[in-house]
């Protein structure tokens, strides 16, 4: 335990001193990019990981906030009215879009998000008067909170951090909460859960409302990071590669789907310099993922890590075996 | 009056290919209950497969038809080692299937932009059906009529698979239920394997039969995917009937969305699905709800 709360610290420090040793603008975007993309993935967790119900349709909500800012913003009102209104109707969409597909469950559910994206997808690529189709929309200045700018690489990284840590804050929280433990249990047994008198459908639905919260919020850092937003950002395969980092990375665990946006994030924008065939090498480590640690990476490597370390202290109990014996024999 | 009529051969045109590409999707799904994400993948590579041999890139410039079948059997193949050594031996994991499926979707579509390039590729349409049909003022390509009939001699000849054979009884039996298929003696895991090369093989076929109309171009797949879908959530899945009648439909949404409502095409192709699944989860002719 005491190993674990030392690699988060680590990892914490490592978060917040970036910028120091990684040297380039290049770089702290890319990392940018990893921790908007995490709470993302941190969003469609609470309901792939946590409550078994995955969705192929992310992307159409994270669009639909995106617009909301660049449309708010275009209209000539100010940051805070824009990323309110994001806030509303992203969160609005997202009842919408639980109610439509809460009606199936397990691959069902799949479909319907997946067509529910695609309609979103269809109507920002189609509807050139409001959406300015393909050409997308610009959005020419970012926030600037008490003050301070927020245009410089640097400083949006640390606004991406900070609001990074609140989000895995807010999904631990979650998660330990009765209702987290309740959204498991309808994500393990649905029909006892039902027997038990919870009422499933509800659970499910606040964990729609809350993964698509966090959503809007990586929607909201996602459009001022690009500063712009064009239907790309909306279509299946944008879906897929979040759905991607979260299993990737270790669905229903708290860190995988971190771990999961840095690997694809890396592959994509980094790799992608060095070899041209990235999104088969992508496709290709999803595949090997799925061969050799199912249950995604973070998983996966701490179950190899403590198989691993079990052996080795075997191994070392064996060696020392007398010593053991002894020493047990002084007690 | 003239233009309607046209638009509604092509209609039910692209029906027809569509029901080539979804009949597959829907015995997978049915029986397997697998979301097969690289079925677009697979009907753009039985098109790029078909244009290769039919455009003679291998020296040797194979007739449409005998380029037809051997590109679906390769992608028939192909469709039955990924389910033999991949999703076999992920039962039950809709999670991992999906990261597989796109994985290789992924794949896929990488390998045909290394392989083919960026530029769509046009397929010539074979030769003997290039002409048109006169009727009064109008005027129907051959090509066209000659799909429409190929997608109903394929659903004739899958009805009579289905109902009719041995093969198909065991099939059925799988998508009603697969515990009790196992229990009577069938070996469902090799239904799964036929079952899988099959509905790629359509899917390849479609691919290379709609290669004259839509041509190859990179992102075929993805665009092809969702189609598959809604046709198979408006028919419910697992049944034949419900891919031909939700193919005919979303072929009529498609052509007569584009046309009068271009703006809002791709909302009006999805909105009758939603309908559906509001009303009728199960889709149309669907014996469950997936």
Same mark, same amino acid.
């Given at each position: 335990?005491?190993?674990?709360?030392?690699?988060?610290?680590?990892?914490?420090?490592?978060?917040?001193?970036? +910028?120091?040793?990684?040297?380039?603008?290049? /770089?702290?975007?890319?990392?940018?990019?990893? =921790?908007?993309?995490?709470?993302?993935?941190?969003?469609?967790?609470?309901?792939?990981?946590?409550?078994?119900?995955?969705? =192929?349709?992310?992307?159409?909500?994270?669009?639909?906030?995106?617009?909301?800012?660049?449309? #708010?913003?275009?209209?000539?009102?100010?940051?805070?009215?824009?990323?309110?209104?994001?806030?509303?109707?992203?969160?609005?969409?997202?009842?919408?879009?639980?109610?439509?597909?809460?009606?199936?469950?397990?691959?069902?559910?799949?479909?319907?998000?997946?067509?529910?994206?695609?309609?979103?997808?269809?109507?920002?690529?189609?509807?050139?008067?409001?959406?300015?189709?393909?050409?997308?929309?610009?959005?020419?200045?970012? +926030?600037?909170?008490? $003050?301070?700018?927020?245009?410089?690489?640097?400083?949006?990284?640390?606004?991406?951090?900070?609001?990074?840590?609140?989000?895995?804050?807010?999904?631990?929280?979650?998660?330990?909460?009765?209702?987290?433990?309740?959204?498991?249990?309808?994500?393990?047994?649905?029909?006892?859960?039902?027997?038990?008198?919870?009422?499933?459908?509800?659970?499910?639905?606040?964990?729609?409302?809350?993964?698509?919260?966090?959503?809007?919020?990586?929607?909201?850092?996602?459009?001022?990071?690009?500063?712009?937003?064009?239907?790309?950002?909306?279509?299946?395969?944008?879906?897929?590669?979040?759905?991607?980092?979260?299993?990737?990375?270790?669905?229903?665990?708290?860190?995988?789907?971190?771990?999961?946006?840095?690997?694809?994030?890396?592959?994509?924008?980094?790799?992608?310099?060095?070899?041209?065939?990235?999104?088969?090498?992508?496709?290709?480590?999803?595949?090997?993922?799925?061969?050799?640690?199912?249950?995604?990476?973070?998983?996966?490597?701490?179950?190899?890590?403590?198989?691993?370390?079990?052996?080795?202290?075997?191994?070392?109990?064996?060696?020392?075996?007398?010593?053991?014996?002894?020493?047990?024999?002084?007690? | 009056?003239?233009?309607?009529?046209?638009?509604?051969? &092509?209609?039910? #045109?692209?029906?027809?290919?569509?029901?080539?590409?979804?009949?597959?999707?829907?015995?997978?799904?049915?029986?397997?209950?697998? +979301? &097969?994400?690289?079925?677009?993948?697979?009907?753009?590579?039985?098109? /790029?497969?078909?244009? #290769?041999?039919?455009?003679?890139? =291998?020296?040797?410039?194979?007739?449409?038809?005998?380029?037809?079948?051997?590109?679906?059997?390769?992608?028939?193949?192909?469709?039955?080692?990924?389910?033999?050594?991949?999703?076999?031996?992920?039962?039950?994991? +809709?999670?991992?299937?999906?990261?597989?499926?796109?994985?290789?979707?992924?794949?896929?579509?990488?390998?045909?932009?290394?392989?083919?390039?960026?530029?769509?590729?046009?397929?010539?349409?074979?030769?003997?059906?290039?002409?048109?049909?006169?009727?009064?003022?109008?005027?129907?390509?051959?090509?066209?009529?000659?799909?429409?009939?190929?997608?109903?001699?394929?659903?004739?000849?899958?009805?009579?698979?289905?109902?009719?054979?041995?093969?198909?009884?065991?099939?059925?039996?799988?998508? $009603? $239920?697969? $515990?009790?298929?196992?229990?009577?003696?069938?070996?469902?895991?090799?239904?799964?394997?036929?079952?899988?090369?099959?509905?790629?093989?359509?899917?390849?076929?479609?691919?290379?039969?709609?290669?004259?109309?839509?041509?190859?171009?990179?992102?075929?797949?993805?665009?092809?995917?969702?189609?598959?879908?809604?046709?198979?959530?408006?028919?419910?899945?697992?049944?034949?009937?419900?891919?031909?009648?939700?193919?005919?439909?979303?072929?009529?949404?498609?052509?007569?969305?584009?046309?009068?409502?271009?703006?809002?095409? /791709?909302?009006?192709?999805?909105?009758?699905?939603?309908?559906?699944?509001?009303?009728?989860?199960?889709?149309?002719?669907?014996?469950?709800?997936?």
């Amino acid at each position: 335990m005491s190993g674990r709360v030392v690699a988060l610290a680590l990892a914490g420090a490592a978060l917040v001193t970036l +910028p120091y040793w990684i040297q380039g603008s290049y /770089y702290i975007n890319v990392s940018s990019q990893i =921790l908007f993309y995490a709470i993302f993935a941190l969003g469609l967790n609470v309901l792939a990981g946590y409550g078994g119900l995955v969705s =192929l349709g992310h992307a159409g909500l994270l669009g639909i906030v995106a617009y909301a800012v660049a449309y #708010t913003l275009q209209a000539g009102l100010g940051h805070t009215i824009a990323i309110l209104a994001a806030l509303v109707i992203g969160l609005a969409s997202m009842a919408v879009y639980a109610v439509l597909s809460l009606r199936a469950t397990g691959i069902g559910f799949i479909m319907i998000t997946l067509a529910l994206g695609e309609i979103i997808w269809g109507l920002a690529y189609r509807w050139i008067s409001i959406t300015n189709g393909d050409n997308g929309i610009n959005v020419r200045t970012r +926030p600037e909170p008490f $003050d301070l700018s927020l245009a410089s690489p640097i400083a949006f990284y640390y606004a991406c951090l900070i609001v990074f840590l609140v989000s895995l804050a807010m999904v631990t929280v979650f998660v330990r909460s009765p209702l987290g433990a309740a959204l498991m249990g309808t994500r393990d047994q649905p029909r006892r859960m039902n027997a038990l008198g919870y009422h499933v459908w509800a659970i499910r639905f606040w964990a729609c409302i809350f993964s698509g919260l966090l959503t809007a919020i990586s929607g909201i850092l996602f459009v001022y990071y690009n500063q712009f937003i064009s239907p790309q950002a909306l279509d299946l395969t944008s879906s897929a590669e979040v759905l991607l980092m979260v299993i990737a990375g270790g669905a229903g665990s708290l860190l995988g789907p971190a771990v999961g946006a840095a690997l694809v994030v890396v592959v994509k924008s980094v790799v992608s310099g060095f070899i041209e065939r990235w999104n088969m090498l992508l496709g290709a480590i999803f595949v090997v993922i799925v061969i050799f640690m199912p249950e995604g990476l973070v998983p996966g490597t701490v179950r190899l890590w403590r198989l691993a370390w079990r052996k080795a202290s075997a191994h070392a109990s064996h060696e020392t075996e007398p010593a053991a014996s002894e020493a047990e024999a002084k007690q | 009056m003239t233009f309607y009529l046209l638009l509604t051969v &092509n209609s039910i #045109t692209f029906g027809g290919l569509l029901f080539l590409l979804a009949a597959g999707f829907s015995l997978i799904f049915g029986l397997m209950r697998i +979301p &097969n994400l690289t079925h677009g993948s697979l009907f753009m590579l039985g098109a /790029y497969f078909g244009a #290769t041999l039919v455009g003679g890139m =291998l020296s040797i410039q194979f007739n449409f038809w005998v380029a037809t079948l051997i590109a679906a059997a390769l992608v028939a193949v192909f469709g039955a080692i990924i389910e033999r050594f991949l999703l076999r031996r992920l039962p039950g994991q +809709p999670l991992a299937q999906v990261l597989v499926t796109l994985g290789i979707a992924f794949m896929i579509a990488d390998f045909g932009l290394m392989v083919w390039g960026g530029d769509p590729i046009n397929v010539a349409t074979p030769g003997g059906l290039t002409g048109f049909v006169r009727l009064g003022p109008l005027v129907f390509p051959y090509y066209r009529l000659a799909v429409i009939a190929i997608a109903v001699a394929v659903a004739i000849g899958l009805w009579l698979l289905l109902d009719r054979t041995r093969l198909g009884a065991m099939i059925r039996a799988g998508v $009603d $239920d697969p $515990d009790m298929a196992r229990v009577v003696g069938i070996r469902v895991s090799q239904l799964f394997t036929i079952v899988f090369a099959l509905g790629a093989g359509l899917a390849a076929f479609a691919g290379i039969i709609g290669a004259p109309i839509l041509s190859v171009y990179p992102g075929l797949d993805f665009e092809m995917l969702p189609l598959a879908l809604v046709v198979v959530i408006l028919g419910g899945s697992g049944s034949l009937i419900g891919s031909f009648v939700g193919s005919i439909i979303i072929g009529f949404i498609y052509n007569f969305g584009q046309a009068l409502l271009p703006q809002l095409s /791709y909302f009006v192709l999805f909105l009758p699905m939603l309908i559906v699944l509001l009303l009728r989860p199960q889709g149309l002719f669907g014996k469950f709800v997936p």
